[in-house]
């Protein structure tokens, strides 16, 4: 198979600080791959390298052989690559339905408006907490409410790839597993996703494939099946009471 992005040798500095080391991996259309790792191990800064938030120092992000590394994010965002930052960077003073909206907005639909607007009320199904709350503006969700219009909104943008910064991150064991039964369900409906996780025990039961990033550098690869095994990683990640 081939792959749907590849990232090749990927290096992000903050000015002495090198956050990413020249890291690898790829991710085939249809795969959830998750990418693990400590606090500071280089995750966030690889997805946003990717999403067109930081330029990278050198490297390649190719989306089916096109080179990415470096363009601005809105052309990142028109090619399909769709990021839902940490920290669920909703935009607060919206209504929730305003924030849905401006998802949908994001890139053209074939069908045009009314196949965006079908799209709004199928996610706004899927989310009946939501539901509820259309009118009211985004800041006044819950952690785990703003978690889930952020994720929406990524989907709304009709993601070829949807990039995931640590979506259960803050949320109550309840909430991180419906969390990631939403993750299940988006990639069943046919979307790869890039998933950037310190759950790892929750990460490596939902992605196919599975990279460990420590120091920013790529310490560990392989099915995540196998991964969830592997006693090095029982001991670093696996091993407290993870939710
Ligand atoms: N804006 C910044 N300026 C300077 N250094 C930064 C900046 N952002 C991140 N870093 C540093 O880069 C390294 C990687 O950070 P990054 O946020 O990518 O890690 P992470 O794996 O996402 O961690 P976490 O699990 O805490 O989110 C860390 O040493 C961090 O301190
Ligand atoms: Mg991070």
């Known amino acids: ?13 903050y000015g002495h600080v090198e956050a990413v080391r020249g890291v690898s991996f790829s991710v085939s259309a249809g795969e959830i791959v998750a990418l693990i790792g400590p606090n500071g191990a280089g995750k966030s800064s690889t997805l946003n390298a990717i999403g ?3 330029r990278p120092a050198s490297g390649s992000v190719l989306l089916e052989g096109r080179e990415l590394a470096g ?3 809105h052309a990142v965002v028109a090619a399909g690559v769709i990021l839902v930052p940490e920290g669920r ?20 639909w074939p069908g045009g408006r009314d196949e965006a607007r079908a799209a709004v009320e199928a996610q706004v199904k899927r989310f009946p907490s939501l539901q509820r709350r259309l009118e009211q503006p985004a800041g006044a969700l819950s952690g785990g409410e703003q978690q889930m219009l952020a994720i929406a909104r990524g989907v709304l943008a009709r993601p070829r790839i949807l990039l995931l910064d640590e979506p259960s991150m803050g949320l109550a064991p309840l909430l991180v597993r419906q969390i ?10 046919g979307t ?3 998933l950037v996780e310190q759950n790892a025990r929750m990460a490596l039961q939902t992605a196919q494939e599975a990279y460990v990033l420590e120091r920013g550098e790529v310490a560990l690869h392989g099915p995540a099946a196998q991964l969830a095994q592997d006693p090095r990683l029982q001991a670093a990640y696996l091993g407290g009471d993870v939710a």
């Open 52 to 54: 067109g938030l930081l």
């Open 192 to 194: 790869t996703i890039l």
């Open 180 to 189: 990631f039964e939403i993750v299940q369900e988006i990639h069943r409906e």
């Open 1 to 13: 198979m081939s792959a749907l992005l590849e990232v090749r040798d990927l290096r992000v500095s």
């Open 89 to 108: 960077a909703i935009l607060q003073r919206m209504t929730v339905l305003e924030n849905l909206v401006v998802g949908a907005e994001a890139r053209p």
């Open 71 to 73: 363009l601005p994010s």
